[in-house]
């Protein structure tokens, strides 16, 4: 699937929205993917990998969340390369827990610790 960065989500399913960053390279390929995970009618809302630091693409993921009718509640990185990480500091701007495997890797934002088994 072909997409511009910075363009409208991509519904996924029911639950899932992909939004693609601005940050196209050889090791991003057309970009980094954002996903935002919410049930229909949920009120909160799970962003995973928030990607990199970009206005763009937060109003991007904003307005995915938005779209969806639901606030950020949950940040969670699923490894610390800077272009999944490097937006990180944005769950503490959206009041959102943030988690991460490795919380000492992060920092742009205090990030609590992701372990197997916990359930979100």
Same mark, same amino acid.
């Given at each position: 699937?072909?997409? $511009?960065?910075?363009?409208?989500?991509?519904?996924?399913?029911?639950?899932?929205?992909?939004?693609?960053?601005?940050?196209?390279?050889?090791?991003? /390929?057309?970009?980094?993917?954002?996903?935002?995970?919410?049930?229909?009618?949920?009120?909160?809302?799970?962003?995973?990998?928030?990607?990199?630091d970009v206005l763009e693409h937060r &109003?991007?993921?904003?307005?995915?969340?938005?779209? &969806?009718?639901?606030?950020?509640?949950?940040?969670?990185?699923?490894?610390?390369?800077?272009?999944?990480?490097?937006?990180?500091?944005w769950a503490q701007q959206w009041d959102?827990? /943030? /988690?991460?495997?490795?919380?000492?890797?992060?920092?742009?934002?205090?990030?609590?610790? $992701?372990?197997?088994?916990?359930? $979100?």
């Amino acid at each position: 699937m072909s997409r $511009l960065p910075g363009s409208a989500p991509v519904a996924v399913d029911d639950v899932t929205s992909v939004v693609l960053a601005p940050n196209p390279s050889p090791m991003t /390929l057309e970009g980094t993917n954002t996903y935002v995970i919410a049930a229909p009618g949920a009120a909160r809302a799970v962003v995973i990998d928030p990607g990199p630091d970009v206005l763009e693409h937060r &109003r991007a993921v904003e307005a995915a969340v938005a779209g &969806r009718g639901a606030e950020i509640a949950t940040v969670i990185l699923t490894h610390h390369h800077p272009d999944h990480a490097e937006a990180a500091g944005w769950a503490q701007q959206w009041d959102a827990r /943030l /988690l991460a495997f490795t919380p000492s890797l992060i920092t742009s934002g205090a990030a609590e610790a $992701l372990r197997d088994g916990d359930v $979100l």
